[in-house]
């Protein structure tokens, strides 16, 4: 049988050319106890559960979740293809606006003038003692309804879906239709 012997390093001569660059790297790597391990990737950005907007106008891209947004006093909110979307705010000195979205829940806190419901299925909106001379504007929307206080509780409200138009002899009249069961 026959042994084999250990080289020492001294036996061999220096690598040259591209060899030489990758040993000098797998020296460095391979002295030493060893490399740290790497950080941990940092998790990965999400939209945050709830953020407040103090500016003067709040305007969003989709939404497609549960976001809950607390707003201070602004100019005008717009809300535009959001699903599942929460609205919470203070006081608007314009108007609040949902276009093409679905199971919307708005809640005003403070005071607003108008508030405009586009295009939107099911929206759900809490008004406030201050708030309960707005106006509320909708066209093309439907499962509407507004919740107003009542001591410690809501009352529900619907907002009429269905409508009747007939002629009066000079001009048309318009006014919720009346349910036939």
């Not at 108008?114 to 309960?132: Q, R, V």
């Amino acid at each position: 049988m026959v042994q084999k012997e250990k080289a020492s390093k001294d036996e061999f001569p220096p690598p040259q050319g591209p060899v030489a660059s990758t040993a000098s790297v797998f020296s460095v790597l391979s002295s030493g106890p060893g490399l740290p391990p790497p950080p941990p990737p940092p998790p990965p950005p999400g939209p945050p559960p709830l953020f407040e907007n103090e500016g003067k106008n709040e305007e969003s891209s989709p939404s497609r979740s549960a976001l809950f947004a607390q707003l201070n006093q602004g100019e005008a909110i717009t809300k535009d293809n959001c699903k599942k979307f929460g609205l919470v705010f203070d006081n608007v000195v314009g108007i609040v606006e949902v276009i093409n979205s679905k199971d919307i829940q708005i809640q005003v806190m403070g005071r607003v003038p108008t508030i405009s419901i586009n295009k939107t299925e099911g929206c759900h909106l809490y008004l406030s003692e201050d708030a309960l001379d707005c106006e509320i504007v909708s066209a093309k929307s439907s499962e509407m309804n507004v919740l107003i206080p009542q001591g410690d509780d809501y009352r529900e409200f619907p907002i009429p879906e269905q409508f009747k138009t007939v002629w009066d002899g000079s001009k048309l009249v318009t006014e919720p239709a009346e349910i036939m069961a």
